[in-house]
């Protein structure tokens, strides 16, 4: 026979992950209850006795405003109870689904034992009926409060009900259940979550599932929530990916243990293979060249990441990656290559997110959302201490670390394609205006093409910052920044190569903005036509190398010639070509350099634009008539 004690049911509780301060309210609300009944329940074990418990202190019951003791934790520590008595984890209500409506949230004032009225368009309202409050606005969204209907009234053109509050989670810390878990859960469905405001019956078929994740949520941080349900869920857990990566996290720690075993197989996967387990790094994985030119360098690499993962480590292996560069042996530096390797090194520590940008949308995300800060560092390692940490402020263990890295990245997921979940924005219609403000719709998005029109000086110039932020970083708007912020945020994204400002003007061409045929003089002075890409071709191809101009070692090096340039003198600096011929490089502007030969005069100058060189760097094409300028820069 088995004995089931206090202290098993406190083990209990924490086996489903409440806090320590949930426990001890469960605690006294059964104490509570047994008070009441002058009954000790810690010794009821029987399962007919407590059902009828659960009756008489559930929401319905003759005893229900005993059972809404601190909260409604008598009840619910009540439901606990028989959960452990009997041997199986807590499901949902003991209780029989009644007729359940979600609402959207009409106050923030709310407490337990409140009443408030709701205006319905239904006539289907039952007292009794279980009522869901939902917080649609941009800042922790989600079921914050559950009721009972206890009055329906109906006139010849109106209705309402009187919902009483039973219970009230306000914020993530204390249990909602966040929107973006619902909408995930809920996909299927369909639910309209931007018309509420008179209610909206959820399917029979649902109501089980919202009592389910409104009762396994109390007590637990909502992000918890989110977590423990993806890691769960038949689609969500990615059965897909899930062994592959335990596979290749015990193969790297097998590895780490014994370094010896390091060979080129292990490195081809380690370094080469686009999606290899870990994560996919596509497009910008790793050449087969480059690999194979590379062995002896990448394996040093590895055996590094293996003795020391840290940011010191990860510091040095970029320099010398990109001293690999200059010399050739590497066409770019392949940041989000590395950051794989750390991942798969220490899981506990770095996420499956190897893009700085992805890390840093999901911690804005996470902020907004779950209430849940950092520091703001853009340095991936930061940003994945920062999730780290993130995660133990919510409760979340680090026991099922590969679990748990896949819920993060399916969280990111969602932040990508489901556009509700960041709160899109709908900008105005009036291009003075600057004012963005956050849509309820959960299925709006962005077109993909708008066209601001207005005569001049009606502000589409300046209310186009708005537009490229909110697609670009829509959290940004709706923190209500001061002007100066937008536009700061605006002209980052711009030096990143992220934006680019282009004026169609009337001799503007398609060969201009894609690509097109232009006329070039060879070193021999020959004419010759070659094909040159446009804005928007260059776009699309920076794009593809998955680095922004920031991290790409060539807008690197040539930062760091253009303040070598303006630091001199006289604004400029003396090169030579490869067989020793001395010139001298200044900057016509930010693009674009002039050269000439050491002793002649300024207006034997000839343009060299940046690039020209950039495409002698990552091709090694020589077709320009100014080659050996370049080769001489590029040296």
């Not at 106050?107 to 309202?125: M, P």
């Not at 798969?344 to 997110?353: D, N, Q, R």
Request: net charge negative; hydrophobic share 35%.
């Amino acid at each position: 026979m088995t004995i089931h004690t206090r202290e098993g049911y406190q083990a209990y509780l924490l086996e489903q992950g409440l806090t320590p301060n949930t426990i001890n309210s469960y605690r006294s609300g059964l104490e509570h209850l047994s008070r009441h009944s002058d009954e000790d329940i810690y010794t009821i074990s029987d399962a007919t006795k407590l059902d009828e418990m659960a009756l008489l202190y559930g929401l319905k019951g003759d005893f229900s405003e005993i059972g809404s003791y601190g909260n409604g934790s008598a009840r619910n520590a009540l439901k606990y109870w028989i959960a452990y008595v009997s041997g199986g984890k807590l499901t949902g209500s003991t209780e029989e689904v009644s007729g359940c409506y979600l609402y959207s949230l009409p106050t923030e004032e709310l407490a337990v034992g409140n009443t408030i009225n709701l205006s319905t368009d239904s006539t289907k309202h039952e007292v009794g009926d279980i009522i869901y409050l939902l917080r649609t606005n941009q800042h922790e969204p989600g079921i914050v409060a559950h009721g009972v209907i206890k009055e329906y009234l109906s006139e010849l053109t109106t209705a309402s009900i009187t919902c009483e509050i039973d219970e009230v989670r306000s914020d993530c810390s204390t249990g909602l259940v966040p929107l973006v878990l619902l909408d995930l859960a809920t996909k299927n469905h369909n639910i309209p979550w931007k018309n509420l405001k008179s209610g909206y019956q959820i399917p029979e078929q649902l109501g089980h599932l919202f009592d389910n994740l409104w009762s396994i949520g109390r007590g637990k941080h909502s992000l918890k929530q989110y977590v423990e349900w993806s890691s769960k869920d038949p689609v969500e857990k990615r059965p897909d990916w899930l062994p592959d990566y335990q596979k290749r996290v015990n193969e790297i720690q097998t590895l780490v243990e014994h370094p010896k075993q390091l060979n080129d197989n292990d490195l081809e996967w380690i370094w080469r293979q686009a999606e290899n387990g870990i994560c996919s790094v596509s497009p910008g994985s790793l050449p087969v060249a480059e690999f194979e030119k590379n062995i002896s360098f990448l394996k040093a690499m590895t055996l590094k990441i293996f003795a020391k993962p840290d940011a010191e480590t990860r510091s040095d292996i970029l320099s010398e990656w990109e001293e690999k560069v200059k010399i050739g042996d590497f066409s770019t530096r392949r940041v989000a290559v590395i950051n794989r390797v750390f991942a798969a090194v220490s899981p506990e520590i770095f996420t499956t997110l190897v893009n700085e940008n992805h890390c840093r949308k999901l911690l804005l995300f996470l902020k907004d959302n779950f209430a849940l800060a950092s520091n703001g560092s853009s340095d991936w390692i930061s940003q994945n201490n920062n999730l780290k940490s993130i995660l133990a402020q919510a409760g979340i263990s680090d026991e099922s670390v590969v679990e748990t890295n896949i819920s993060l990245w399916q969280l990111y997921s969602a932040i990508e394609n489901w556009s509700a979940v960041v709160q899109q924005f709908a900008v105005t219609s009036n291009a003075g205006q600057d004012v963005a403000s956050v849509s309820d719709s959960i299925s709006s998005t962005i077109p993909l093409n708008q066209i601001l029109f207005g005569p001049p000086g009606t502000g589409k110039t300046f209310a186009t910052i708005n537009h490229a932020l909110a697609i670009l970083e829509p959290e940004l708007l709706v923190s209500k920044v001061e002007r100066h912020a937008l536009k700061s945020a605006f002209d980052r994204y711009v030096k990143e190569g992220q934006i680019v400002f282009t004026t169609f003007h009337q001799s503007y061409s398609y060969e201009d903005f894609v690509e097109g045929i232009r006329a070039i003089t060879n070193e021999g002075g020959d004419l010759e036509y070659r094909i040159e890409d446009g804005v928007f071709k260059r776009m699309c191809d920076q794009a593809k190398t998955g680095v922004t101009f920031s991290e790409d070692p060539f807008e690197q090096a040539l930062t760091v010639l253009n303040n070598k340039i303006n630091m001199s003198d006289d604004e400029s600096i003396n090169m030579t070509t490869v067989t020793g011929k001395t010139f001298n490089v200044r900057q016509s502007d930010n693009r674009n350099f002039l050269v000439r030969p050491e002793g002649s005069v300024r207006k034997n100058s000839r343009t060299i634009n940046t690039e020209k060189i950039k495409r002698r760097y990552e091709s090694g094409e020589m077709t320009s008539g100014s080659s050996s300028y370049i080769q001489g820069i590029l040296n």
